[in-house]
């Protein structure tokens, strides 16, 4: 797909401020992220791929598009955003509980976990991100350039149909949803035949899957219901301004609910937990793939000198975290869905993205270009011992979250 003019004029503009090889990488992957990942439809929308896996999963959409509202759109580039959110709004209209689709109706999976499973939909984990961050996309674009073309009758209709859905997963109940994937890592299917851990009310909507694509241990999981109290408390907004005060109300009272509940799950030493199950059960980690708490700033759901965030921050950031790696100049998160003691580019570009501090965004930026194996690509995951290996040769998610930081480190921060 050809780049709108407005990116090139926006880049060309940045380099006074921005080392020349870091304006090449982000030229690259801009232009990588149009000529490779977006494909124009018969009917006008917009399909990505996430990078070298040929699907389209709804959180990776979003993240890879939003810095593109950083860079002054112009009517061709706001025509563009909006038709990937169109798409999203027409794929969770199709299957709210799918978290990939296909471009068509192609029949193409990575698995078949449901035997009525839709020939749209690439996989069908429910992760309650795949609902924050449609909203994300959606109220972003209005919110940066004020165009509401994508905000349809379609759009509403489905907003609708997701707060009744968490109404539902509030009150979440075990034979609603089964997920068993024979012969998969343990992280790959639910737990307790399938069904996932028991769970008690807390006012939370419960999830199956963690952004990673992961099982949760625990069905509250807390960066997903902190990422959907923040763009419900947006979406309310919009929705009284366009006269809709049902959707307004219902968005509204959803949004505090959640972050009543979220703030009663913090600790004495006012960290954040990470999942819960409402019957005194609490994990303590974090995971590289956003949302994580790591971005809760970035989430919109609180602002990056908050007290209980930073003695989160804190913790998640040091050698009493598990999933923290420092070792050989490089430092940042593990998962348990890539080798052990891999790091994750997207959790060290979310550690400059967070950070007050200068010399910590510069030390993200050096960590993220030594880290790419010589490939000049974010990956996945490399090995601190040796970058050449990796997962994912090709992550788009990655190489747009790396143009992330290097425009909010050289003066266009991504804050709302």
Known sequence: MRQPPCIANHLAGLATHVPEHRLVRVRKYVDRLFAET??????????????????????????????????????????????????????LGIDPYANAFNESASGQCWHQDFPDQSPWVFERKFELDSWS??????????????????????????????????????????????????????HDYLSHDGYGAPVGFTGMVWSAFRPSDDRCVYGYHIPSNAHLAATL??????????????????????????????????????RYPYEVDGLGNSLYMDDPNIPSL??????????NSDESYLATREWLLSSEHKFWINKN??????????????????????????SQ???????????????????????????????????R????????????????????????
């Not at 009917?43 to 860079?71: C, E, Y």
């Not at 009758?153 to 109940?173: G, R, T």
């Not at 100049?329 to 570009?349: K, N, Q």
């Open 38 to 91: 977006l494909t124009r439809r018969d009917d006008g929308t917009i399909f990505v791929v996430t990078g070298d896996i040929p699907a389209m999963w709804i959180r990776d959409s979003t993240w890879q598009m939003l810095p593109l509202l950083k860079m002054n759109p112009d009517e061709e580039l706001i025509e563009i955003l909006g038709s990937v959110s169109r798409l999203q709004t027409k794929f």
């Open 393 to 416: 040769p090709w992550f788009s998610w990655a190489d747009m979250t790396y143009v992330s930081l290097v425009l909010q480190k050289f003066g266009r921060n991504l804050a709302r």
């Open 294 to 303: 790591l971005a809760l700033p970035i989430l919109g759901y609180c602002d």
């Open 133 to 186: 961050t449609f909203f994300e996309l959606a109220i972003s674009i209005y919110e940066h350039t004020g165009s509401q073309e994508h905000l349809d009758q379609a759009f509403w209709e489905l907003a609708h149909h997701i707060l009744a859905l968490c109404a539902v997963e509030q009150n979440h109940q075990p034979d609603s949803y089964r997920f068993i994937r024979r012969a998969a890592p343990l």
């Open 357 to 391: 501090d200068e010399q910590e965004q510069e030390r993200s930026l050096l960590q993220l270009e030594l880290g790419d194996g010589g490939t000049g690509d974010m990956h996945e995951s490399f090995s601190c011992e040796n970058p050449k290996n990796f997962t």
């Open 233 to 270: 408390s947006r979406l309310a907004k919009i929705a009284n301004e366009m006269g809709l005060p049902e959707i307004a109300n219902k968005s509204e009272n959803l949004s505090q609910e959640i972050s009543c509940a979220i703030s009663q799950t913090l600790a004495e030493n006012s």
């Open 329 to 354: 100049g490089f430092s940042g998160l593990s998962s348990e869905h890539t080798p052990t003691d891999w790091v994750w580019p997207l959790a060290i570009a979310m550690a400059g993205l967070t």
